[in-house]
């Protein structure tokens, strides 16, 4: 009896000192790594599609999504000036998922806020949700093209993970689809440490270099006879067709990658070229930041969240403005 108690305190004992360990290791990581953000979206800001029934940002919400407080507004838009904007000659749509959205920066420094000081003559609609591909796209394109009048060009922004967004739909890999038992067990587990514990974040980048990772399963959906780039392209085509139905422009904008921008070879760029020959072929206006980008003087880390591929942190949202303002102003 007397051992098994002596065990069961030195147990206690061994777990207290690896738990404190922990706490100082995480501590560092934090003081340390200020640069790395918390990831994960309230579910304040975001609708729940298995009750609703709908996909969409939440209207008069706030809610913090990878660390930075967001506003959505009365018509469901990410949040683009809090002063009425006056004097306004109609509307630009704006199309796309997390990266448009803007998760990790604050309202006023996403690049459609920013974007938004340079064209006054105009009201920029954020309708970019989390999570969303081309299906929501197009969802997206069908709602507001259809019931907010004044809209007089439609801004998708296509991202590299879209097609395996589109893959996802077409494997059947809904929200509401249960998986496996250990994605189940295991998928909650990942979801709380990325969301509190920064030392994670950050061992994880070590071992594995995400942005790497992710452009790479990415770039791998793409090909000509791939279905699931098949079906994005088909669903951008559909979307030019609802925008020229309603007289409206529409603008392509090829989101950059963080791996791309690093490596800059003709193998990983493969993709991008994919898209806009399909593009080319449609006659879809479409532009491209990724040379712009290239020639902004900074590192590709600088541009983008920390370890990520495609999030685009201040100084990204930044330099996407001034690109933008250049292009749609002119």
Avoid at 165 to 193: E, Y
Avoid at 202 to 228: C, M
Wanted: glycine residues 10%.
């Amino acid at each position: 009896m007397k051992k098994l108690v002596f065990r069961l305190a030195l147990l206690a004992l061994s777990v207290a000192v690896a738990g404190v360990f922990l706490i100082v290791l995480e501590a560092g990581a934090r003081f340390f790594f200020p640069e790395i953000n918390f990831q994960g979206t309230s579910k304040t800001l975001i609708r729940n599609q298995r009750e609703e029934k709908i996909f969409g940002n939440i209207p008069d919400s706030e809610g913090v999504s990878f660390g930075a407080v967001a506003h959505i507004d009365g018509l469901g838009m990410r949040k683009t000036a809090f002063s009425p904007i006056t004097g306004a000659d109609g509307s630009y749509l704006v199309i796309g998922d997390s990266v448009t959205f803007g998760v990790g920066v604050e309202d006023e420094r996403t690049f459609v806020a920013i974007l938004q000081k340079k064209l006054p003559g105009v009201r920029l609609l954020n309708s970019a949700v989390i999570g969303s591909g081309p299906v929501q796209y197009k969802q997206a394109a069908e709602q507001y093209l259809g019931s907010t009048p004044g809209i007089k060009k439609v801004v998708l922004f296509f991202c590299i993970n879209d097609v395996a967004d589109m893959d996802n739909g077409l494997k059947g890999n809904q929200p509401d689809d249960k998986g496996n038992t250990v994605k189940r067990i295991t998928h909650p587990l990942m979801q709380a440490l990325q969301a509190n514990s920064k030392l994670f974040l950050l061992l994880k980048n070590v071992a594995f270099d995400r942005s790497r990772q992710y452009t790479l399963f990415n770039s791998g959906l793409y090909g000509e006879t791939n279905p699931s780039f098949i079906a994005a392209m088909k669903t951008l085509k559909e979307i030019a067709g609802m925008a020229k139905t309603a007289n409206v422009e529409f603008i392509v904008t090829l989101l950059p990658s963080e791996y791309q921008l690093r490596e800059n070879t003709p193998e990983l760029l493969k993709a991008r070229k994919l898209v806009a020959g399909y593009l080319s072929q449609e006659n879809i206006k479409f532009i491209d930041p990724h040379d712009y980008f290239l020639n902004a003087g900074g590192s590709s880390k600088d541009y983008f969240l920390y370890a990520d591929d495609c999030h685009l942190s201040e100084k990204g949202h930044q330099v996407m403005a001034d690109f933008l303002g250049g292009q749609l102003v002119n």
